[in-house]
């Protein structure tokens, strides 16, 4: 038996994790867990290109929003391309955010294949396509078994 207040002494068991050693597991969990998402999320390309022209819808129509009454933003929807249109043409001046470009190019072995033409918003976020106002939602699909969903009358982009 040892004195009051002493240690006692150890039967060959460890007392715990240094930091280090608690920094490097916790490292090492995280490169594991990175590396299993991958894997289990395959469709994050796809996922990458619904959510681009998600964004570049909400673009148009809130620059459409913020103009006056008689113009209109929207979006040429192609095969394999979209893009941005000011009252009806490509715009010149305007660029779709984080790009340097009108137009944006879909990935190799992506293309829409339903939903093509113009789809435009007017100065309160109405949208049209092809110049006639939705009668009913418009979806947009990939080739890749993703869809984007205009709202008539809205024009909320889901």
Known sequence: MGKIGERPKSCGVPSGFTFIELIAVIAILGILAVTAISFISPDAEPMAVEDALKAHLRFA??????????????????????????????????VFPGTDSATYALPAGVSITGGNGALTFDYRGAPSFNGTPLAANHVVTFSIGRSVTITKGTGYVQ
Not at 65 to 94: C, F, H, K, R
């Open 61 to 94: 129509q809130a620059r459409a929003m913020s103009e006056d009454p008689q113009g209109s933003w929207g979006i040429q929807l192609n095969a394999n391309s979209y893009v941005l249109l000011d009252n009806g043409a490509t715009a010149t001046s305007t």
